[in-house]
Structure formats: C-alpha cells, structure tokens
C-alpha cells in the first residue's frame, strides 16, 4: 500500500469499512502527519506559503514579489469598504462586532441556519440585511474586503471548529472530507491525488504545492489572473483544471470542502492576502 | 516454356506488389508514430510529458516514469494498449487518467499515442 492509499484508509476508507467514523482530531493528526513526514525539514508555518516553502527557485522569484505586494492597493480599497457605512448609515462592523480581524473566527458551523458559514458569505450577508446588493464572490470588491480583514488577521492561529453538540456539523465536515479524496472529472483526480500524493513533484515544470496550508493566506494576488481571488475561486478553477464541471462559489459543496481543509491546516498562522504565480 | 515465363512474371509483379505493401505499412507505421508524438506533448490531448519523462521533449514532469525502453517493460503491446487506456485496472490509485475509458482520446488517437509510446 502506497502513502495515499494509507493516509486515505486512515480517514475514509476504514471509517467506511469498520463503521466507525475516525475523529476529525484523528484525521488532523494523521493528515498533518502525512506532510511532516514527506517534508520533514518544513514546519507548519512554512507550509503556510505553499508551494515556495518546499521549491528554492519558486521562491526567490516570490520573495522579490512581495518586496512590493500586488495586493497592497486591494488591501486600501478594503479598508475603504470596511469603514464607510451602507446607505443605512450602518457598518459591516455592527455585523461582525470582533472586526476587522476576523480571520480566525471562520469558516464556521452555525446551528441557527444549519451550515458552514464563510467570510465571504458572512459579508454578503450583512450587506443584504442593511438593503445593499451582494458582491461578485470571485474577484472584485468582496475579495478586496477580504485581503483587508485577511492583512489585519495575520498571525492569528487557524482554529476550525466541529462543535460536537450538532451531528449537522461533522456531516458537512465528512462531506468537505468525501470531496477532497473523491476522484472527478474526465482527467480523474481528486484534490490529493495532485497535492497529497504528488506533491513535491513535478507537473510539466510546476511543483505541485501541499495541501497542508493552502487554507491559510486567502485572497490571492495571482499573477495568472492578473487579479485578486478568492478561495472558491481557485476551488472552482482546479475543478476545470481536471475537466470537471465546477460548482458555484459558496455553493455547499465548496462551503464544506472549506471547513474540511481549514480544519485539516489548524494551528497554522493566517498570512493572507498571498501573491502566487 | 511460355506458360514458365508468364509464371515468373506473375512471381515478380507479386513480389513487387508485396514489396510496395511491406513500404505501404511502414510508411503508415512511421505516421502513426509521427501522429502519436504530437498527441503526447500536445497539453489538451495526451499530455503525456506533463507527468513522464519523453526523449526529445521539453520540460518533462517527473510524477511518473521515464518512457524508455518501452517494448522490453511491455513486451505485448496490447497490454499497454490497455495500461493507456485504463491505468487504474492495473494500479487503482495511479494517478493516471483513463484515456481510453474517458475517452480523452478517441480510439485513433489512442492507436497512435500507442505506436508512438512502444518506439521508445
């Protein structure tokens, strides 16, 4: 049995098989075990930059990149936007109280409403309750709203959590999980087929970037867009990349899958927004 | 004596036309082989080199293994037919789509990815 066909038995396959559910502590352990093993030299937050914590070349050019951040006009404009009131004459803070560092506070399992609930959708939220339109979730103004509230969350921990006093919630953590390791698309991969199982390796002339992390620094200023994005955007684009049709954004499906892989990078600092290739 | 001529007549024109067969299929062979490289570096069809290492390719992925020496690691080239096909009946976690049973790659165009892999 190969590293992929453990590391899944550890968290699908023989839940599946015995009956018995591991744990999402479980699943923590022994997918974070997974990278320390096959990256040994890299700490946690390290893995925090992708795919430049493991490739030298990558990151030099990266490196010269921040020097002058891409997203540093972004993160202005967002601040603008968190500060200026609606038509109402109310804030975004008098729905997000704990703002604008609110990173750590998300994604989060909400019992009221029964599901995952993002920045993101908290934000388009709060506009709609005080009579303002909701924004483009892929790129824009929203993504530039998070690259402030993501700048101002730096450093804080990532502490997903599935409260255990609503099965509801380790059902859309267990469905994130069934997604991640599900194959798709006409090309077959799932998500760890290219960043467990092959990560570290190259694709053509890419290194493929580890999963552990890739949670932590959302938006991203990626000079293939040319653009800031949000995560369900790169979800989305990764889902054509394998020739499979993409869901939408904030759609439950890539909700869920966001919980899973944010709760797999707990513990790990958030350093968004991030510039990428 | 004339019945004798005719035959051997008949002999040499077999002969040349079986000779002009043998040229026929070869050129055919060496198309295919031709048409099957483009397939493997094009990155919407085969895509091969984005994972294997190919001679005379640039810039080869290295998720799998090199193709070389093709014809000694499949000495029946319907087995590679099949590997290429469906890498997952031999291996079902490979990473390796199934390009026949997905039909990212049309029978033809599988045929001659096929010629082109077992020349290597």
């Known amino acids: 049995m190969n590293l992929i066909q453990r590391i899944a038995a550890g968290l699908a396959i023989a839940a599946v098989s015995t009956g018995l559910l591991a744990s999402p502590e479980d699943d923590l352990k022994a997918f974070q075990g997974f990278f320390h093993k096959r990256f040994p030299d890299v700490s946690n937050a390290e893995l925090g930059n992708g795919v430049y914590a493991i490739d030298p070349v990558g990151r030099a050019n990266w490196e010269a990149i921040e020097e002058f951040p891409p997203y540093e006009p972004m993160i202005d404009q967002g601040h603008e936007m968190w500060d200026k009131p609606f038509a109402n004459g109310k804030h975004y803070k008098d729905c997000l109280p704990d703002g604008p560092a609110l990173g750590k506070e998300f994604p989060h399992w909400d019992k009221k409403s029964g599901r995952v609930v993002t920045l993101p959708l908290a934000l388009n939220e709060c506009r709609e309750v005080n009579g303002e339109k909701p924004l483009p979730y892929n790129k824009g103004k929203l993504a530039s709203l998070l690259a402030y509230l993501a700048f101002e969350s730096r450093g804080q921990l990532i502490d997903v959590k599935i409260p255990k006093d609503d099965p509801r919630a380790l059902e859309a953590y267990e469905k994130g999980k069934h ?12 998500c760890a087929t290219c960043h467990m199982q092959s990560t570290g390796m190259r694709i053509r002339s890419e290194i493929l970037s580890p999963a552990l992390g890739q949670a932590t620094h959302w938006p991203v200023y990626r000079s293939k867009w040319g653009e800031l994005g949000t995560l369900h955007r790169r979800f989305g684009g990764c889902n054509k990349n394998v020739r499979a049709k993409a869901f939408p954004a904030q759609s439950e499906e890539y909700r869920d899958l966001e ?6 990078s707990n513990g790990l600092p958030l350093n968004g927004p991030a510039a990428r290739k | 004596m004339r019945d004798e001529h005719r035959g051997r007549r008949a002999a040499r024109s077999l002969a040349l036309l079986a000779g002009l067969a043998v040229g026929l299929s070869a ?46 690691r499949f000495p029946d080239r319907a087995a590679l037919k099949a590997q290429i096909f469906d890498a997952t009946v031999r291996n079902p976690e490979t990473s390796m789509p199934p390009f026949g049973r997905n039909r990212i790659l049309t029978p033809k165009e599988l045929d001659e990815v096929v010629d082109f892999v077992w020349s290597l």
């Open chain 1, 259 to 264: 919980y899973f892989l944010t709760y797999m």
């Open chain 2, 27 to 72: 050129a055919a062979a060496d198309s295919n082989i031709e048409k099957g490289r483009a397939i493997a570096l094009e990155r919407s069809k085969g895509n091969c080199i984005a994972c294997h290492m190919i001679p005379g390719g640039d810039s080869p992925g290295n998720i799998a293994p090199p193709l070389v020496g093709m014809k000694a």
């Open chain 1, 179 to 190: 997604f991640y390791f599900a194959r798709r698309g006409q090309l077959n991969f799932s």
